[in-house]
């Protein structure tokens, strides 16, 4: 998430650091997709979901755990791996998760209208994940962008809407193979049913509604600013998420939730709720945590090429 060289070049009176900022507006990391900065940061997010799978669901519980290191003020590299508790009624398997590697770059940012955009290009490694809970899939590539807007520019007939951001993201995945395998225990088996699965190039898309709670206190002035990142506030969010498969119907879930952003820390919890039959039936929940590494680990205090 940077808040570094376009600040810096611009003169912007804030310290320098990679955050999600573009002047006054702190777009908090989102869950369900990628926001539209880079930054030095460690992600753990927890779900609770209960997911559909052949003529029935299951429930499963998700550790995902993300990295990212700033190469230059405006590039970064990352990583994402984790587990999978799968229940099918009384039987339950745990696994890996696929593990994928990641390039993102921040290409624009302006300040005083409190927009970012950014793209990232990511490879999934083939059969990283575990068969049994579905998630051993074959390598694909997948190019995406992402787009921040705040409103805070706004004039002060309309200073009501200054509070509100938006985030948008969308990603094209491309599978390298058409098809993997997972195991099914469903319909109360003892013994799993292999399921060859098709693997379509597949559309993620996703947008947030945010709330910034900065711009109802003295921290903000119009028309200025700030003189310092502006950290330290309650921001609630509804993000809404959909993929969609080539040849079959979209899954969407509406997630609305709160987040507090610390100066070195930033902790999440949100609702997850199906808008279709595709993506499931019940609510679930989801929880994260995610550390800005520039504040807390010394070593990264500067990019890996320095400015």
């Known amino acids: 998430m940077i808040a570094a060289a376009m600040s810096c070049a611009l003169g912007a009176p804030f310290v320098c650091n990679a955050h999600a900022i573009a002047g006054n507006r702190f777009f ?9 900065a880079v930054a030095d940061e460690f992600q753990v997010i927890y779900d609770s979901v209960r997911t559909p799978l052949g003529n029935g669901q299951v429930t499963d519980h998700i550790g995902d755990f993300s990295f ?23 039987v339950n398997q745990t696994g890996a998760m ?7 770059t921040n290409f624009y940012r302006d300040d005083l209208d409190e927009t970012l955009f ?6 999934a490694i083939a059969n990283s994940g575990s068969e049994r809970v579905g998630a051993r899939t074959p390598s694909s590539l997948q190019p995406a962008l992402f787009a921040g807007q705040g409103l805070g520019n706004l004039p002060e007939s ?3 809407l200054r509070p509100f951001g938006f985030v948008g993201a ?5 599978p390298l193979r058409g098809s993997s395998d997972s195991l099914d225990y469903s319909d109360g088996r003892t013994v799993a049913m292999p399921v060859r699965n098709r693997t379509p190039v597949t559309v993620h898309s996703g947008f947030a509604i945010e709330y910034s709670t900065l711009y109802l206190t003295d921290r903000f002035v119009p028309g200025k600013l700030p003189d310092e990142e502006p950290l330290f506030q309650v921001l609630p969010v509804v993000e809404f998420a959909f993929d969609s498969p080539q040849g079959e119907k979209t899954r969407g879930t509406a997630n609305p939730g709160i987040s507090y952003i610390h100066d070195e820390w930033q902790i999440s919890a949100e609702a997850v709720m199906p808008l279709s039959r595709q993506a499931g039936r019940g609510a679930g929940f989801r929880l994260q945590f995610l550390m800005f590494l520039d504040k807390i680990v010394p070593g990264f205090a500067e990019p890996i090429l320095g400015h």
């Open 28 to 36: 908090p990391g989102t869950m369900t997709f990628d926001d539209p």
């Open 68 to 90: 990212a290191r700033l190469v230059t003020d405006r590039i970064a590299i990352g990583a994402e791996s984790g587990l999978i508790g799968r229940s099918w009624g009384s």
């Open 98 to 104: 696929g593990t994928s590697v990641n390039i993102k």
């Open 118 to 123: 950014a793209a990232s290009l990511t490879y």
């Open 158 to 160: 309309v200073a009501w």
């Open 170 to 174: 969308a990603a094209v995945e491309f």
